[in-house]
């Protein structure tokens, strides 16, 4: 009997299932990434967070930093649709600060998983040569 090519031969598929166990984590350890991931990225929010605040609005670096702080063009976009308190509105404040945080947790987290799989096939390759 010929096997066909789309049917791997079971000695290949069960290749593949051990190779790809190999290169994914535990839940466990995808619980401890997240819990690392969101420490870091509370502090990196928080550093992103404040530096547009601080510098005059319509200067060259409040461009430069929509890379950096991406909830402060957020905050900007809303600002004008809330309603003036007076004084230091922290809405804005707050409104940067989680575009921020939902940002950066993004980055954060998927560069974690990104490079604990690489981490895990070159473990793997080596094992295996």
Known sequence: MRESPHSPSLTVRNQ??????VVRPS???????LVGSILV???VASI????PFWLPSGSWATH???VLSPGYLLSALIAPFLSYRGGL???AIYIAFFANLAYWFVLIFW???????????????????
């Open 41 to 43: 990225v509370v502090i």
């Open 64 to 66: 430069m930093l929509v």
């Open 27 to 33: 839940w466990g350890q995808v619980a401890i990434m």
């Open 111 to 129: 560069f974690v998983l990104w490079s604990d799989r690489r981490w895990r096939q070159k473990r793997a390759a080596r094992i295996d040569a």
């Open 16 to 21: 593949s299932q051990t190779n790809d166990s």
């Open 89 to 91: 509105d922290s809405r």
């Open 48 to 51: 992103a967070t404040a530096p």
